[in-house]
């Protein structure tokens, strides 16, 4: 499938915190919690219906995330409208999350934006 950036629509990240309360297996122990809203300042309706990121670690490893919806939602941005949210990565040394978000507008065009790199830095373990 093909999807076609759609100019005017962005996302931005608005927070990322090291959150150490959140569950994390044993082989990724660190989590990161992370806040990010996506604008739609084009002309066109989209309906958000997917996602899809790309997690790589220093030690080489790379780790791929997709799904529909956006947290269990499928949000409908009219021009000028922001949907925000967090959620987390599980990450088990420093890693970078790159990726991006699916929509569809009225016409069926297939569309989509990318979000901006997320750098995560554990804190060092003594």
């Known amino acids: 499938m093909n999807f076609d950036p759609l100019p005017g629509l962005t996302v931005t990240v608005d927070n990322i915190a090291y959150d150490p309360t959140r569950p994390a297996p044993p082989d990724r122990p660190h989590p990161f919690v992370y806040h990010l809203s996506i604008h739609n300042d084009s ?5 958000i219906f997917g996602r899809k990121w790309i997690v790589r670690d220093t030690d080489g490893d790379t780790m791929v995330v997709e799904g529909d919806g956006v947290v269990g939602q499928f949000p409908n941005l009219s ?10 990565h599980v990450i088990k040394t420093e890693s970078t999350a790159t990726g991006s978000f699916f929509g569809t507008t009225p016409d069926g065009r297939r569309v989509c934006t990318k979000i901006p790199p997320i ?5 060092l373990m003594v």
């Open 79 to 88: 021009p000028g409208e922001t949907f925000s949210y967090n959620s987390y």
């Open 43 to 47: 002309h066109d309706i989209v309906r």
């Open 119 to 123: 750098e995560m830095h554990p804190p």
